[in-house]
């Protein structure tokens, strides 16, 4: 999200727009989409929180799960964008600056409102997080450990946690499976693989390799090129269990 | 006293609006309210409970509503921690419920590969009829997030399995339960609030 519209970049940069927020929501519950998750990409880089009136009215037309990311950096924004119709909040670069923050949320609402977003890519022989990755001039790696973050974010009360591997994002040349087993394996919570998705066998590899609990994508889906049906039909043959 | 078809009781859990937007989807008036001659004068009545059970029925107690509820012989639909409220005791905070419908809840052993939460979209699978699940197939999908469950019992029409059968959908009289979010279960759910609201 970014200024009212649906936008997708590629490793983060270059953005441009895919279409309008309501339309795509209602094309995706349609589709059989499992839950949505919006990212206001620039609400951490220019230091605000989430805009909630466009939560309400996705709220209004979506029936399934969704998420909503940008900036949320108190527990009072959190309780404005669930009271707004939100199923949950991903913290990201607040949780960052103030992991304390993570704690407060799942203390306040339960922990199974509480996702962590974390945008981690190879470094040093391991990974390392990186902030504020929604502004190509701000994004830094915080030199921290991808598997400690990991680790402590569900000490503090993260129900769940969406690992956005940058190097794979937007390129659709399949998920990390490698970064995202190591994740797995310290990882208790519901893992949601993110960045790489370019065809079916994509997912049906994340799942069967990483072991992970749910598949996030966008470019394949915002460009047509797989349809969300189909998806899940071929990983129904696959033997991995989806809702039709 | 009040021209609502439902009136959803304000248990005080923060996301009341994705449940008064499915019951605008159906075109259904809802009133929120925490009001005891509101809720008793209701043609029907929604208990929903994000958050705590021991808050919720604080709650409750505070409003004067623990007797009103009890006393309902109108339809009510308890959501998630709303249908826990209906059994006699949680688990959860050591709570006294609303005992409309026997039994204790408990908490969800957590398991490798089975974290607790429950979240996520599961199965339905019916044990009895019941008019709230008219036209939806056997083996439906529906959105759950909850620790704690009800046991399957004489009150369970359907049940859902996460490491075991639990109870997924309770009725006892005018009492009717949902351990899962019928206004985030798609098609499927949007059916349910729908039969709720023809009894």
């Known amino acids: ?244 | 006293m009040s021209l609502a078809d439902v009136v959803i009781i304000d248990s005080g859990g923060a996301n009341l609006a994705s449940l008064r937007f499915a019951l605008e989807r159906l075109g259904a008036r809802s009133v929120v309210s925490a009001e005891p001659a509101v809720v008793a004068a209701a043609a029907r009545v929604l208990l929903p409970g994000v958050g705590a059970a021991a808050d919720a029925m604080a709650r409750l107690a505070a409003a004067g509503l623990i007797g009103t509820v009890r006393a309902l012989s109108q339809p009510l639909l308890g959501i998630c921690l709303g249908m826990q409220l209906l059994y006699e005791h949680t688990e959860e905070g050591a709570t006294t419920g609303l005992g409309l419908i026997p039994g204790t809840v408990r908490r969800i052993p957590a398991a490798a590969g089975r974290p607790v939460p429950h979240m996520g979209w599961n199965t339905c699978h019916a044990l009895r009829p019941d008019s709230l699940l008219a036209g939806i197939k056997d083996g439906e999908y529906f959105y759950f997030v909850h620790s704690y469950a009800a046991p399957v019992s004489a009150s369970t029409s359907a049940t859902t399995d996460y490491g075991g059968p639990l109870a997924a959908v309770v009725e006892r009289g005018n009492f009717h339960g949902v351990q899962f979010h019928p206004e985030r279960s798609g098609t499927a759910g949007a059916r349910v609030l729908r039969n709720f609201l023809e009894f």
């Open chain 1, 1 to 244: 999200m970014r200024d009212g519209q649906v936008v997708k970049g590629v490793r983060f940069r270059d953005h441009r727009v895919v279409g309008d927020i309501l339309a795509l929501a209602r094309r995706y519950r349609d589709a059989g989409a499992d839950e949505l998750v919006f990212y206001d990409i620039t609400a951490s880089p220019e230091n605000r929180s989430v805009d909630c009136a466009w939560v309400s009215r996705v709220a209004e037309v979506l029936d399934i799960p969704f998420c909503v990311a940008g900036g949320v950096s108190t527990v009072a924004q959190a309780e404005a964008v669930l009271g707004a119709g939100a199923e949950k909040i991903s913290v990201n670069s607040p949780a960052l600056e103030r992991p304390q923050l993570i704690d407060e949320l799942a203390r306040r609402f339960g922990a199974q409102c509480v996702v962590v977003g974390i945008d981690s890519q190879a470094a040093d022989g391991g990974y390392h997080v990186h902030q504020y990755t929604g502004d190509a001039g701000r994004a830094r790696d915080t030199r921290r450990a991808t598997l400690e973050w990991v680790r402590e974010v569900q000490q503090r009360g993260a129900g769940e946690i969406v690992l956005n591997c940058m190097a794979a994002d937007g390129v659709r040349a399949g998920y990390d499976v490698d970064q995202l087993g190591a994740v797995r394996a310290c990882c208790d919570v519901p893992l949601v693989a993110s960045g790489g998705a370019g065809t079916a066998e994509h997912f049906a590899t994340v799942f069967a390799a990483a072991g992970v609990d749910a598949a996030l994508a966008a470019s394949v889906f915002h460009s047509g090129e797989l349809e969300i049906r189909s998806l899940k039909s071929f990983l129904r043959a696959q033997g991995i269990e989806v809702r039709p």
